[in-house]
Each structure stands twice: as structure tokens, then as C-alpha cells.
């Protein structure tokens, strides 16, 4: 749940992933934990209010823009990304739901919706990442470091439908990035309890020049109040 002006603002602090020339892509960026969810202050939410950890976004009407909203009940608890690389397979569920504001040593999964401060454009983000350290500085001697770093992208995101997305995945920090703009199928449907859920599956090329491609599949739940991605406390 962002707008392009905090896009901008984070792409110049994060430690870039790959470059890319369009703007309103958020594949170069780490997303951060939104400090607002910790207090439970109503507050206005589309056109309701509720305290802001159960506002989020509802993007189930085909054909249109997600419409901000509160979500009935908490269900952050229920988003999951579940992906499978050649013989690996990354299940969010498989780490227990324990949120935590924190860079280090923390599973990033789920969805993000990016909401452009033009309002003529949305954009759906799946990812799941082992984040076992981040430097928003550029710094040699301390990297960002994590294993299995996946992230898909549509936009434009207009609700249920089948669309044709970004691709980004590197193991590590040191091994091969795989990265193309027209690199994944991705199908949304709508959820009995008012979020998305799908599928994704990818043949993504070797990115700076590399040889090679790297084939995965996955499936992702995202309940209303989970369309910003979930941090919860990781074990390397």
C-alpha cells in the first residue's frame, strides 16, 4: 500500500536488486514494514475507518482497480507465497506466523500492492524472500544478504484475471540474478473472504548477460489486510 512518491524516496535508500528504466516497477526495491500498523487508532480507510492493521485493499472485482477498505477480520495470519524452484520448495507456512519490525533474520512473504500517486494505475507485487540481513547504505562491507529472493510483478494490476508479469530470483547475494520484464504467467482469483489468491509460474533468464534460465512455480493466498508483504521472525 504505497504511492509512487514512496517509491521513489525508497529506491534512492535501498540496496538495489537489479536496475531497471521503468520507474513504477518495485522489482529494485526492499519493502519495509509500515511503522502505522503498530498503533490501533482508528482511522479512515476508503470510505470506512478502522485501526490501520485491518486496512487494506480490496482487489476482487475483475476489470478495475483495488478500492481501499477494511478488511471484516484480521487475517494477515492466512497470506502464504509457496514456491518451487527446480527441487527446492520455499513455503512461507512452513515458518511460524510471528511478526516482528525487523531487517534481520526475517521471511518476507506475501503480497504488495502498489497504488501510484496518479490513481490511474495499480500494481500487484508476489514475494517471498530469507532475508538474513539488510544494509539500506551501499556498503562493501556490509551487504544485504539472503537466500532464496523471489519476486514477481504485474502491473497494470486490475483484479482477477491472467496476466503477464516481471520475474526476479537469485538464490543468494552472490549467485546468479535472474531477472526479465516478460517472464511469468500469473492467475488472480478472488477469495470467499474478500482477498486474491493464484498462481505463478516463470521461465526467467540469466540477467547481465549471462547464459541460461531458471524455471519455478507457486501459488499465493493475500487476504485483504495482507496487501502489503508480512515480516515474521526467520531462523537462517
Given at each position: 500500500?504505497?504511492?509512487?512518491?514512496?517509491?521513489?524516496?525508497?529506491?534512492?535508500?535501498?540496496?538495489?536488486?537489479?536496475p531497471?528504466?521503468?520507474?513504477?516497477?518495485?522489482?529494485?526495491?526492499?519493502?519495509?514494514?509500515?511503522?502505522?500498523?503498530?498503533?490501533?487508532?482508528?482511522?479512515?480507510?476508503?470510505?470506512?475507518?478502522?485501526?490501520?492493521?485491518?486496512?487494506?485493499?480490496?482487489?476482487?472485482?475483475?476489470?478495475?482497480?483495488?478500492?481501499?477498505?477494511?478488511?471484516?477480520?484480521?487475517?494477515?495470519?492466512?497470506?502464504?507465497?509457496?514456491?518451487?524452484?527446480?527441487?527446492?520448495?520455499?513455503?512461507?507456512?512452513?515458518t511460524?506466523?510471528?511478526?516482528?519490525?525487523?531487517?534481520?533474520?526475517?521471511?518476507?512473504?506475501?503480497?504488495?500492492?502498489?497504488?501510484?500517486?496518479?490513481?490511474?494505475?495499480?500494481?500487484?507485487?508476489?514475494?517471498?524472500?530469507?532475508?538474513?540481513?539488510?544494509?539500506?547504505?551501499?556498503?562493501?562491507?556490509?551487504?544485504?544478504?539472503?537466500?532464496?529472493?523471489?519476486?514477481?510483478?504485474?502491473?497494470?494490476?486490475?483484479?482477477?484475471?491472467?496476466?503477464?508479469?516481471?520475474?526476479?530470483?537469485?538464490?543468494?547475494?552472490?549467485?546468479?540474478?535472474?531477472?526479465?520484464?516478460?517472464?511469468?504467467?500469473?492467475?488472480?482469483?478472488?477469495?470467499?473472504?474478500?482477498g486474491?489468491?493464484?498462481?505463478?509460474?516463470?521461465?526467467?533468464?540469466?540477467?547481465?548477460?549471462?547464459?541460461?534460465?531458471?524455471?519455478?512455480?507457486?501459488?499465493?493466498?493475500?487476504?485483504?489486510?495482507?496487501?502489503?508483504?508480512?515480516?515474521?521472525?526467520?531462523?537462517?
Amino acid at each position: 500500500m504505497k504511492t509512487l512518491s514512496f517509491l521513489v524516496a525508497l529506491s534512492a535508500a535501498a540496496c538495489a536488486t537489479e536496475p531497471t528504466a521503468d520507474d513504477e516497477s518495485p522489482i529494485d526495491t526492499q519493502s519495509v514494514p509500515d511503522p502505522d500498523g503498530k498503533s490501533d487508532d482508528a482511522r479512515a480507510c476508503g470510505e470506512s475507518s478502522c485501526a490501520p492493521r485491518l486496512c487494506g485493499y480490496d482487489c476482487t472485482q475483475a476489470g478495475e482497480q483495488c478500492t481501499q477498505t477494511c478488511a471484516p477480520a484480521a487475517g494477515r495470519d492466512k497470506a502464504f507465497v509457496r514456491a518451487t524452484i527446480g527441487s527446492v520448495t520455499v513455503d512461507s507456512r512452513d515458518t511460524p506466523y510471528s511478526p516482528v519490525w525487523d531487517l534481520d533474520n526475517v521471511l518476507i512473504y506475501g503480497c504488495d500492492h502498489w497504488d501510484f500517486s496518479s490513481q490511474t494505475k495499480d500494481g500487484l507485487e508476489i514475494e517471498i524472500e530469507q532475508l538474513r540481513h539488510s544494509s539500506f547504505v551501499v556498503n562493501p562491507n556490509d551487504p544485504t544478504r539472503h537466500d532464496h529472493k523471489l519476486v514477481v510483478y504485474v502491473a497494470p494490476f486490475t483484479g482477477p484475471g491472467s496476466y503477464r508479469a516481471e520475474g526476479l530470483y537469485a538464490a543468494n547475494e552472490r549467485s546468479t540474478r535472474f531477472f526479465a520484464r516478460d517472464a511469468c504467467d500469473v492467475d488472480v482469483a478472488a477469495s470467499d473472504d474478500g482477498g486474491i489468491h493464484g498462481t505463478f509460474s516463470c521461465r526467467i533468464p540469466a540477467g547481465d548477460g549471462a547464459a541460461g534460465a531458471i524455471d519455478l512455480a507457486g501459488e499465493f493466498g493475500c487476504p485483504i489486510d495482507a496487501m502489503d508483504p508480512v515480516f515474521t521472525r526467520w531462523t537462517p
